[in-house]
């Protein structure tokens, strides 16, 4: 275990080093951006040492992993983030331990979350995933909305009891004219935001980049960052 703690804490240190380089260069202070670990995979016990290291935010993205690992990590002092594609029989296990839903994309999920969220007493943040990858069906290769359904989708959330609209998430196209042009992506996110913030003004976090592209991430704005591998290593049969 002191060897897994050596290790990660060194990992999550390089990335800090990452992060506060991208915010310099792109003029930012450095609290301007939130680290959230994306410990889909990995162990409680590794959810445990990274809490021990100072992270206070974790993402997973299947809930029969993750609710299991937050239960058992439930007296950590952690914000869980769900950041996988949601079917709507999950969202009541789901609203048991997330705080904010990343992966928001159609409105039927809305109904599902929020009248579960009713029934748990619980507000649960909510970020509109944005598909820039998205055709004509209107949905992206990874779930996601086009960005012409943005308007529309957050005026239910906001208007949905248990829910808070907190902002937008993206994940870099590998289809489509953004395909690997995460920069370029990424500043499409920022102008979609700036358009949201005109009638939602609290809705201000836009969650963008991963291990790979973190730095185009922040250059363009993003207030969150979902980093897994770099901190946690390779995934298991990922490589």
Request: with cysteine; hydrophobic share 45%; glycine share 12%.
């Amino acid at each position: 275990m002191t060897d897994r703690k050596d290790e990660l804490a060194a990992n999550l240190a390089k990335v800090e080093e990452r992060i506060a380089a991208a915010c310099a260069t792109a003029g930012r202070g450095r609290d301007e951006v939130t680290l959230i670990v994306v410990t889909k995979t990995y162990p409680a016990s590794d959810v445990r040492i990274l809490s021990g290291l100072g992270v206070r935010h974790v993402a997973e993205n299947k809930d029969q992993d993750a609710a299991p690992k937050a239960a058992e990590c439930s007296d950590l002092p952690l914000s869980w983030h769900f950041v996988g594609q949601l079917q709507t029989n999950k969202a009541r296990s789901v609203v048991g331990y997330a705080d904010v839903v990343q992966s928001v994309d159609r409105a039927r999920l809305v109904t599902s979350l929020s009248k579960e969220a009713v029934r748990a007493g619980r507000e649960v943040g909510c970020l509109i995933q944005v598909a820039l990858d998205a055709g004509v069906s209107g949905r992206g290769e990874r779930g996601g909305v086009a960005p012409g359904g943005v308007a529309e989708l957050a005026d239910l959330v906001a208007g949905s009891p248990g829910l808070r609209l907190d902002g937008l998430m993206t994940v870099a196209p590998l289809t489509g004219e953004f395909a690997g042009r995460q920069r370029a992506a990424f500043g499409r996110l920022m102008d979609l935001s700036t358009d949201l913030r005109r009638a939602h003004p609290a809705a201000n976090m836009v969650s963008a980049g991963m291990s790979a592209d973190l730095e185009e991430a922040v250059a363009a704005g993003a207030t969150h960052v979902r980093v897994g591998t770099a901190v946690l290593g390779v995934r298991p049969g990922l490589g």
